[in-house]
């Protein structure tokens, strides 16, 4: 029961990044490797100001500082014309010192006995409080970003990571699309990591690695468990939950933490090059007929 | 209207590839006129137009529109107020947002209000009487996907979101010349409706010179990035596209060629 309720919860948290992801990679169609930078900047800038007795304040902070951090990479991209792979990885890895800055140069800290934004909820409804409060901040964050895709803003994004071509012949600044769907992206991913480390109470310098990797993972099980409901953003918290519900499975039967990475990292290659592997099988088997009924 | 004057634009300037696409064009445009311009491979037809629309900064030259210098003016500002069309069915729609949120960003052009709701009822009924106006039946199907529709469907739909609001000038280039014959005279249809309907100032390079001659009040024709012919008046009411063809020779001293060229 407290693997399906713990799953739920971080579900839930990380859910909000697998949707900045959706954004960057689904909508606006750029792999953003910021993600792994800016996670972590919001979890940094959320414990320092919890320290300091501001929890709300630091959630809130924490997204306007990854919206910042996309607003870089999308700085890079269109003016400085820095493919957008690389502009990601050189935010990301500026982000680091700026990260460790944020911290006061500890590259890990905890919050103990401190408040956090589920204390008070913790009092009121006991074990239920944390899942409460997480679906609370989910269905919020849902319905703001789904709100937004529809607006005259939001279709103009979407437009942008569907057909480039297009964007440019119409009046719609194809540069400022990117600048706003990275923000948001970004905003949502720090939103993130600023949740879990008050649910978690501590944050780490390197807990950001890898999440474009996990989001992507997560991003796929949406699709496929639940795609065909066209609410997307739904999806991706479910896919979240999926997976993580997967993860501590995994580490029940103890399976070693560190093989987590690798086989998230496998399953993500094989989901996207699924179509790929799938035509290459059907392809041999032709061969293989054609060979046959010509006799060779 | 739109006034071009001596306009040059040179590709790869100093490098063994430097290739001077314009030289010295110059074009008024009368409000209301349809020009069709024809020339071979190569002659400078699209790069024109990408001058006028702002896909290239020109290297020489200014152009106005309406009396207002748009020469440096950013591709995405000066669409506001010119429509275009490419060659390439795919490049006019969002292949995976459905026709009626296509429509509707089209329909957002001249609005400022971001934050308003996408698609209102008022839009959607708008995006529907526009749709019928087409005659394909489309109206019916304003949730599906962009990518699941025909090459001729997706023309016929980018035609309307750049003449959604009416534009102060339209770039055609050879936008039926990827349609299969009978597709391409039905979009060439809708196009001369459209424009004459709201008396757009047009713009339309086509490979077909019977087209050039029949669409439209005036026709340019193109060589190595010059205007070598400018038919208007009676002396194009009553030229056959044999005559062009010797008028050709005779300009240029060779035979016209263009590798889509229809002489039907
Ligand atoms: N982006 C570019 N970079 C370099 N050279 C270019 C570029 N665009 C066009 N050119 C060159 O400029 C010249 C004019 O090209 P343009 O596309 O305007 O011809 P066109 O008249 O439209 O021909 P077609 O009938 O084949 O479409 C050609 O020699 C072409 O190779
Ligand atoms: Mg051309």
């Given at each position: 029961?407290?693997l399906?309720?713990?799953s739920?919860?971080?579900g839930?948290?990380?859910?909000?990044?697998?949707?900045?992801?959706?954004?960057?990679?689904?909508?606006?169609?750029v792999?953003d490797?910021?993600?792994?930078?800016s996670?972590?900047t919001?979890?940094?800038?959320?414990?320092m100001?919890?320290?300091?007795?501001?929890?709300?304040?630091?959630?809130?902070?924490?997204?306007?500082?990854?919206?910042?951090?996309?607003?870089?990479?999308?700085?890079?991209?269109?003016?400085?014309?820095?493919?957008?792979?690389?502009a990601?990885?050189?935010?990301m890895t500026?982000?680091?010192t700026?990260?460790?800055?944020?911290?006061?140069n500890?590259?890990?800290?905890?919050?103990?006995y401190?408040?956090?934004i589920?204390?008070?909820?913790?009092?009121?409804?006991?074990?239920?409080?944390e899942?409460?409060?997480?679906?609370?901040?989910?269905?919020?964050?849902?319905?703001?970003?789904?709100?937004f895709?529809?607006?005259?803003?939001?279709?103009?994004?979407?437009?942008?990571?569907?057909?480039?071509?297009?964007?440019?012949?119409?009046?719609?600044n194809?540069?400022?699309?990117k600048f706003?769907?990275?923000?948001?992206?970004?905003?949502?991913?720090?939103?993130?990591?600023?949740?879990?480390?008050?649910?978690?109470?501590f944050?780490?310098?390197?807990?950001?690695?890898?999440?474009?990797?996990?989001?992507?993972?997560?991003?796929?099980?949406?699709?496929?468990?639940?795609?065909?409901?066209?609410?997307m953003?739904?999806?991706m918290?479910?896919?979240?939950?999926?997976y993580?519900l997967i993860?501590?499975?995994?580490?029940?039967?103890?399976?070693?933490?560190?093989?987590?990475?690798?086989?998230?990292?496998?399953?993500?290659?094989?989901?996207?090059?699924?179509?790929?592997?799938?035509?290459?099988?059907?392809?041999?088997?032709?061969?293989?007929?054609t060979?046959?009924?010509i006799?060779? | 209207?739109?006034?071009?004057?001596n306009?040059?634009?040179?590709?790869?300037?100093?490098t063994v590839?430097?290739?001077?696409?314009?030289?010295?064009?110059?074009?008024?445009m009368?409000?209301?006129?349809f020009?069709?311009?024809?020339?071979?491979?190569?002659?400078?037809?699209?790069?024109?137009l990408?001058?006028?629309?702002?896909?290239?900064?020109?290297?020489?030259?200014?152009?106005?529109?309406?009396?207002?210098?748009?020469?440096?003016?950013?591709?995405?500002?000066?669409?506001?107020?010119?429509g275009?069309?490419?060659?390439?069915?795919?490049?006019?729609?969002?292949?995976?947002?459905?026709?009626?949120?296509?429509?509707?960003?089209?329909?957002m052009?001249?609005?400022?209000?971001?934050?308003?709701i996408?698609?209102?009822k008022k839009?959607?009924?708008?995006?529907?009487?526009?749709?019928e106006?087409?005659?394909?039946?489309l109206?019916n199907?304003?949730k599906?996907?962009?990518?699941?529709?025909?090459?001729?469907?997706r023309?016929?739909i980018?035609?309307?979101?750049?003449?959604?609001?009416?534009?102060k000038l339209?770039?055609?280039d050879?936008?039926?010349?990827?349609l299969?014959?009978?597709?391409?005279?039905k979009?060439?249809?809708?196009t001369?409706?459209?424009?004459?309907?709201?008396?757009?100032?047009?713009?339309?390079?086509?490979?077909?010179?019977?087209?050039?001659?029949?669409?439209?009040?005036r026709?340019?024709?193109?060589e190595?990035?010059?205007?070598?012919?400018d038919?208007?008046?009676?002396q194009?009411g009553?030229?056959?596209?044999?005559?062009?063809?010797?008028?050709?020779?005779?300009?240029?001293n060779?035979?016209?060629?263009?590798d889509?060229v229809?002489?039907?």
């Open positions: 029961m407290d399906f309720l713990g739920a919860e971080q839930l948290i990380y859910g909000l990044l697998t949707i900045g992801i959706y954004i960057s990679y689904r909508i606006l169609n792999a490797l910021t993600v792994d930078g996670f972590t919001g979890a940094a800038v959320s414990i100001l919890t320290l300091a007795g501001h929890p709300v304040l630091g959630i809130l902070l924490a997204a306007v500082a990854g919206a910042l951090a996309g607003i870089v990479t999308a700085f890079l991209q269109t003016k400085l014309k820095i493919q957008p792979i690389l990601g990885i050189l935010t500026a982000l680091y700026i990260n460790l800055a944020i911290m006061g500890r590259p890990n800290m905890s919050l103990l401190q408040e956090t589920f204390t008070g909820i913790d009092e009121a409804l006991g074990r239920w409080g899942l409460v409060f997480c679906l609370l901040i989910c269905v919020v964050c849902v319905a703001l970003v789904s709100l895709l529809h607006t005259r803003l939001g279709l103009s994004v979407r437009a942008t990571g569907d057909n480039e071509d297009m964007v440019r012949s119409s009046s719609i194809a540069d400022l699309m706003i769907g990275l923000a948001v992206a970004n905003a949502l991913v720090a939103l993130s990591g600023a949740v879990l480390c008050q649910y978690q109470q944050t780490d310098i390197s807990m950001g690695t890898g999440m474009v990797v996990i989001a992507l993972a997560s991003l796929v099980i949406g699709e496929v468990v639940f795609g065909w409901s066209k609410l953003l739904a999806a918290i479910i896919g979240t939950i999926i993580r993860y501590a499975l995994a580490l029940q039967v103890e399976i070693p933490v560190m093989y987590m990475k690798l086989v998230t990292a496998v399953f993500v290659i094989l989901a996207i090059s699924y179509p790929v592997i799938v035509d290459k099988i059907k392809l041999h088997s032709q061969k293989r007929r060979n046959h009924a006799g060779q | 209207m739109l006034s071009v004057n306009i040059t634009k040179i590709f790869n300037k100093k590839n430097e290739r001077v696409a314009l030289e010295n064009v110059s074009l008024q009368e409000p209301g006129e020009i069709t311009i024809i020339g071979g491979n190569g002659a400078g037809k699209s790069t024109l990408n001058c006028i629309a702002g896909s290239y900064l020109v290297d020489e030259g200014y152009i106005l529109l309406d009396g207002e210098n748009i020469t440096f003016q950013k591709e995405h500002k000066r669409a506001r107020y010119i275009r069309l490419f060659q390439d069915p795919l490049k006019g729609t969002a292949p995976n947002m459905t026709i009626e949120e296509n429509m509707a960003l089209a329909y052009r001249t609005a400022k209000k971001p934050f308003s996408g698609i209102s839009d959607r009924d708008y995006i529907r009487t526009r749709l106006s087409l005659g394909l039946g109206e199907r304003m599906t996907k962009v990518g699941l529709l025909s090459g001729g469907q023309q016929a980018t035609l309307l979101m750049a003449t959604m609001t009416t534009p339209l770039l055609l050879e936008h039926t010349a990827a299969d014959p009978a597709t391409a005279e979009v060439l249809e809708l001369k409706q459209i424009v004459r309907e709201n008396t757009i100032t047009t713009l339309m390079i086509t490979h077909n010179i019977a087209s050039a001659l029949d669409c439209g009040n026709t340019l024709m193109m190595q990035g010059k205007i070598i012919l038919l208007q008046g009676e194009r009553s030229m056959t596209v044999e005559d062009v063809l010797e008028l050709f020779r005779q300009k240029s060779r035979e016209f060629d263009n889509r229809l002489l039907s």
